[in-house]
């Protein structure tokens, strides 16, 4: 979203938590039906391939309103919209936690992705906008993507350990959150500055090499791991865990995100995008490829590699793939061109859910599409990797 200028009305210290806790929900919701998915689609009726849509439309909002991010930012306030999505969000919790049609739970999911579209990126807006440069708004903005990084393996748990009390709280929770955010980000949000023209959309995305393969990289990355997610839930549901062991049976796959997401840049900075891209790739196809070897046994033990090489892709890949799309766009197409990214990466990843598992189906060839779709990213993974290799090798002559 379009950044804003103005003066700061509170102390950065409670305007970075609060900026913070919204990314922390937004990035909590993603994950939160996961260990529930089962349990709650067969109160409504609903069979794996109908229970996806509780995912997907999160993620298909989201990836429908990021691009419309900077035109709504610039035509109503940064401020403006913000607080008027999380009271959407809130809205949106309610009517989800109290209805008993299933496709109106599906749109509240698609509502609370387009909210969370508009307030995740329109947070790091005022919090760079607020904060002055240097070191504090370094260390502002990595609080900020931990909070996010953290957010998903926040959501099973919560979501396990509420599931107790009943999966309408679950759905509910979110919204009093969302409510006490909203409060407090009127209080300490600053007002918008004099508003940016929306900079014009940048051509030719599509024939940008590092640009394209990291779009079609990270939603590759993104998809199969959200699928191996929903068939590993409905696995242990199968054989009796509960939502909160359910919750830590995914555990092998979510932590080590978040528990490395503040030392993403400097293994870019190390070991350089396109190794660390390939890395990845190459870890997460070679989980998804283990289902597919003809070995004894199908429980817990059975997963956990996979569990694990999918978890360690995306430490590896995704925060540099992140990396790798921005620094292929000039300075001033950046701000118009990585909500594009993202979308890519969110309707990448809905492709992959549907053909994983509501065309093949938990009972079919899931485990093959995973798998191909993995190896695809990493083909393309590979190649890139050797054209920065000679390009490297050429520029040292």
């Not at 990314?23 to 939160?32: C, Y």
């Not at 993620?59 to 999505?85: E, K, M």
């Not at 739970?105 to 698609?110: E, F, K, Q, S």
């Not at 791991?225 to 054989?239: G, K, M, N, P, S």
Request: net charge positive; with cysteine.
């Amino acid at each position: 979203m379009a950044q804003t200028a103005g003066p700061v009305r509170a102390a950065p210290r409670p305007l970075v938590f609060v900026l913070a806790g919204t990314m922390l929900l937004d990035a909590l919701e993603v994950s939160v039906l996961v260990p529930v998915l089962p349990a709650l689609a067969g109160a409504f009726g609903a069979g794996p391939g109908q229970a996806q849509w509780l995912l997907t439309a999160f993620a298909a909002g989201f990836g429908a309103v990021l691009p419309a991010g900077p035109w709504l930012a610039a035509r109503f306030g940064t401020r403006r919209v913000y607080l008027a999505a999380l009271l959407a969000f809130a809205a949106a919790s309610v009517v989800a936690g109290v209805t008993g049609d299933f496709a109106v739970l599906v749109a509240a999911r698609l509502v609370k992705g387009a909210c969370a579209a508009l307030t995740a990126p329109g947070g790091l807006a005022v919090l760079t906008a607020a904060v002055p440069e240097g070191d504090r708004q370094r260390r502002a903005v990595a609080l900020y993507a931990a909070f996010g990084a953290a957010g998903f393996t926040t959501g099973l748990l919560v979501s396990g350990a509420l599931a107790g009390a009943g999966l309408r709280w679950v759905l509910l929770f979110p919204a009093p959150v969302a409510l006490v955010l909203a409060g407090l980000a009127a209080a300490v949000v600053p007002p918008d500055g004099p508003r940016a023209p929306v900079a014009a959309f940048p051509r030719g995305l599509a024939r940008n090499g590092p640009f394209a393969r990291s779009a079609f990289g990270a939603a590759a990355l993104n998809g199969t791991y959200l699928t191996t997610l929903l068939v590993t839930t409905y696995a242990l549901h199968e054989r009796g865990w509960s939502p909160l062991a359910a919750a830590a049976g995914c555990l092998p796959a979510c932590l080590p995100v978040a528990l490395t997401s503040p030392v993403t840049a400097r293994l870019v900075a190390a070991i350089g995008t396109a190794r660390l891209i390939a890395a990845g790739a190459v870890a997460a196809a070679a989980g998804y490829a283990w289902q597919l070897l003809p070995l004894p046994g199908d429980g817990y033990p059975r997963l956990a590699p996979t569990l694990v090489l999918a978890g360690l892709g995306f430490v590896f890949a995704f925060g540099a793939l992140n990396v790798q799309a921005v620094a292929a766009l000039p300075a001033a197409a950046r701000a118009r061109a990585v909500p594009v990214y993202q979308s890519c990466v969110q309707f990448g990843a809905v492709a992959v859910v549907l053909a994983g598992v509501a065309v093949a189906g938990l009972d079919g060839p899931v485990w093959t599409v995973v798998t191909a779709v993995g190896g695809a990213g990493a083909a393309v993974a590979l190649a890139g990797w050797r054209r920065a290799s000679a390009e490297s090798r050429g520029g040292s002559r």
